[in-house]
Protein backbone atom coordinates (compact mmCIF):
# COMPACT_ATOMS: atom_id res chain seq x y z
CA UNK A 1 0.00 0.00 0.00
CA UNK A 2 1.72 2.73 -1.01
CA UNK A 3 1.15 6.38 -0.36
CA UNK A 4 -0.56 8.31 -3.07
CA UNK A 5 -0.43 12.11 -3.45
CA UNK A 6 -2.93 14.40 -1.49
CA UNK A 7 -4.71 15.38 -5.12
CA UNK A 8 -8.21 13.55 -4.17
CA UNK A 9 -10.17 15.48 -0.93
CA UNK A 10 -10.35 13.47 2.26
CA UNK A 11 -13.50 11.75 2.15
CA UNK A 12 -15.79 12.90 4.63
CA UNK A 13 -16.16 9.24 6.24
CA UNK A 14 -12.60 9.25 7.28
CA UNK A 15 -12.68 12.71 8.36
CA UNK A 16 -15.28 12.24 10.44
CA UNK A 17 -14.68 8.86 12.05
CA UNK A 18 -11.54 10.24 12.85
CA UNK A 19 -12.66 13.43 14.49
CA UNK A 20 -15.08 11.66 16.58
CA UNK A 21 -13.21 8.77 17.77
CA UNK A 22 -10.04 11.03 18.63
CA UNK A 23 -12.84 13.29 20.29
CA UNK A 24 -14.89 10.48 22.44
CA UNK A 25 -11.90 8.40 23.66
CA UNK A 26 -9.78 9.81 26.56
CA UNK A 27 -6.10 9.37 26.04
CA UNK A 28 -4.47 6.93 28.92
CA UNK A 29 -1.42 4.74 28.36
CA UNK A 30 -2.14 0.75 29.11
CA UNK A 31 -0.30 -1.03 31.04
CA UNK A 32 2.11 -3.69 29.35
CA UNK A 33 0.31 -6.27 27.97
CA UNK A 34 -2.89 -4.30 27.27
CA UNK A 35 -5.77 -5.40 25.30
CA UNK A 36 -7.27 -3.44 22.54
CA UNK A 37 -10.92 -2.66 23.21
CA UNK A 38 -14.11 -1.01 20.87
CA UNK A 39 -15.27 2.23 22.19
CA UNK A 40 -13.46 2.87 24.87
CA UNK A 41 -14.12 6.05 27.43
CA UNK A 42 -10.16 5.56 28.12
CA UNK A 43 -7.85 4.13 25.69
CA UNK A 44 -4.30 4.21 23.87
CA UNK A 45 -3.73 4.26 20.94
CA UNK A 46 -4.52 0.93 19.75
CA UNK A 47 -7.82 0.97 21.11
CA UNK A 48 -8.56 4.47 18.61
CA UNK A 49 -7.03 2.32 15.71
CA UNK A 50 -9.53 -0.85 16.45
CA UNK A 51 -12.58 1.44 16.63
CA UNK A 52 -11.70 3.74 13.86
CA UNK A 53 -11.64 0.24 11.51
CA UNK A 54 -14.76 -1.14 13.31
CA UNK A 55 -16.34 2.41 12.57
CA UNK A 56 -15.07 2.70 9.13
CA UNK A 57 -16.19 -0.66 8.27
CA UNK A 58 -20.12 -0.34 9.33
CA UNK A 59 -19.76 2.60 6.92
CA UNK A 60 -19.43 -0.41 4.07
CA UNK A 61 -15.61 0.34 3.40
CA UNK A 62 -14.16 -3.11 2.58
CA UNK A 63 -11.35 -4.99 5.23
CA UNK A 64 -8.38 -4.35 2.20
CA UNK A 65 -8.75 -0.83 2.22
CA UNK A 66 -6.96 -0.76 5.95
CA UNK A 67 -3.99 -2.00 7.56
CA UNK A 68 -3.15 -1.20 11.12
CA UNK A 69 0.36 -0.20 11.73
CA UNK A 70 3.19 0.21 14.51
CA UNK A 71 6.16 2.33 14.34
CA UNK A 72 8.22 4.03 16.99
CA UNK A 73 7.98 7.77 16.81
CA UNK A 74 11.06 10.16 17.02
CA UNK A 75 10.62 9.96 20.91
CA UNK A 76 11.23 6.42 20.83
CA UNK A 77 7.67 5.15 21.45
CA UNK A 78 5.63 2.84 19.73
CA UNK A 79 3.04 3.95 18.62
CA UNK A 80 -0.18 2.62 16.67
CA UNK A 81 -2.19 4.21 14.02
CA UNK A 82 -5.24 3.27 10.99
CA UNK A 83 -3.91 3.34 7.20
CA UNK A 84 -6.87 3.51 4.77
CA UNK A 85 -6.75 3.55 1.14
CA UNK A 86 -9.15 5.67 -1.15
CA UNK A 87 -10.36 4.13 -4.51
CA UNK A 88 -7.75 7.12 -6.13
CA UNK A 89 -5.45 5.54 -4.29
CA UNK A 90 -4.07 8.17 -1.34
CA UNK A 91 -3.41 6.21 1.56
CA UNK A 92 -4.44 8.10 4.65
CA UNK A 93 -2.61 7.86 8.53
CA UNK A 94 -5.63 7.88 10.99
CA UNK A 95 -4.13 8.94 14.19
CA UNK A 96 -5.25 9.78 17.50
CA UNK A 97 -2.48 12.25 18.15
CA UNK A 98 -3.78 14.49 14.96
CA UNK A 99 -7.31 16.15 14.96
CA UNK A 100 -7.35 15.31 10.82
CA UNK A 101 -6.37 12.47 8.26
CA UNK A 102 -3.13 13.04 6.75
CA UNK A 103 -1.23 11.68 3.59
CA UNK A 104 0.94 8.32 5.14
CA UNK A 105 4.55 9.23 4.32
CA UNK A 106 5.99 6.03 5.07
CA UNK A 107 8.95 7.63 6.39
CA UNK A 108 8.75 5.77 9.97
CA UNK A 109 10.53 1.46 9.89
CA UNK A 110 7.42 -0.61 10.51
CA UNK A 111 7.20 -2.59 13.86
CA UNK A 112 4.12 -4.20 12.52
CA UNK A 113 2.17 -4.04 9.66
CA UNK A 114 -1.89 -6.24 10.16
CA UNK A 115 -3.51 -6.39 6.88
CA UNK A 116 -5.56 -9.01 5.47
CA UNK A 117 -6.74 -11.99 7.22
CA UNK A 118 -4.77 -11.07 10.11
CA UNK A 119 -6.34 -7.83 10.31
CA UNK A 120 -10.13 -9.60 9.83
CA UNK A 121 -9.02 -11.86 12.81
CA UNK A 122 -7.83 -9.17 15.38
CA UNK A 123 -11.23 -7.33 15.08
CA UNK A 124 -13.59 -10.84 14.82
CA UNK A 125 -11.84 -11.45 18.12
CA UNK A 126 -11.88 -7.91 19.60
CA UNK A 127 -15.84 -7.68 18.65
CA UNK A 128 -16.18 -11.18 19.97
CA UNK A 129 -15.05 -10.22 23.59
CA UNK A 130 -17.67 -7.28 23.09
CA UNK A 131 -20.39 -9.22 22.32
CA UNK A 132 -19.77 -11.49 25.50
CA UNK A 133 -20.15 -8.48 27.25
CA UNK A 134 -16.36 -8.22 28.53
CA UNK A 135 -14.94 -5.08 28.85
CA UNK A 136 -11.28 -5.91 26.86
CA UNK A 137 -10.82 -7.53 23.74
CA UNK A 138 -7.26 -8.65 23.02
CA UNK A 139 -3.91 -7.60 23.24
CA UNK A 140 -2.41 -7.49 19.28
CA UNK A 141 0.66 -10.10 20.56
CA UNK A 142 -2.03 -12.44 21.47
CA UNK A 143 -3.82 -13.60 18.83
CA UNK A 144 -2.62 -16.94 17.83
CA UNK A 145 -2.25 -16.30 14.28
CA UNK A 146 0.02 -13.16 15.66
CA UNK A 147 2.29 -14.81 17.79
CA UNK A 148 4.57 -12.47 20.55
CA UNK A 149 7.74 -11.80 19.73
CA UNK A 150 7.16 -12.44 15.58
CA UNK A 151 9.14 -10.72 13.69
CA UNK A 152 6.63 -8.18 11.69
CA UNK A 153 5.24 -9.42 8.22
CA UNK A 154 5.06 -6.62 5.59
CA UNK A 155 1.79 -6.49 3.71
CA UNK A 156 2.38 -6.74 0.01
CA UNK A 157 2.89 -3.56 -1.59
CA UNK A 158 0.51 -2.03 -4.61
Known amino acids: MLAGCASEPVPQDILQVNESVN ?38 WAIDRFRLVVFETGNGVNHAVLLARTEGGTVYSLDNRVRSARVWNEREPLLLDIAGDRLTGLLAVVRGQRQLGRPAGTGLADLPHLPAGAPPQASPRE
Open 23 to 60: AEIAFRNDPAGSVATLDPVYGDCEDYAITKLDRLLRRG
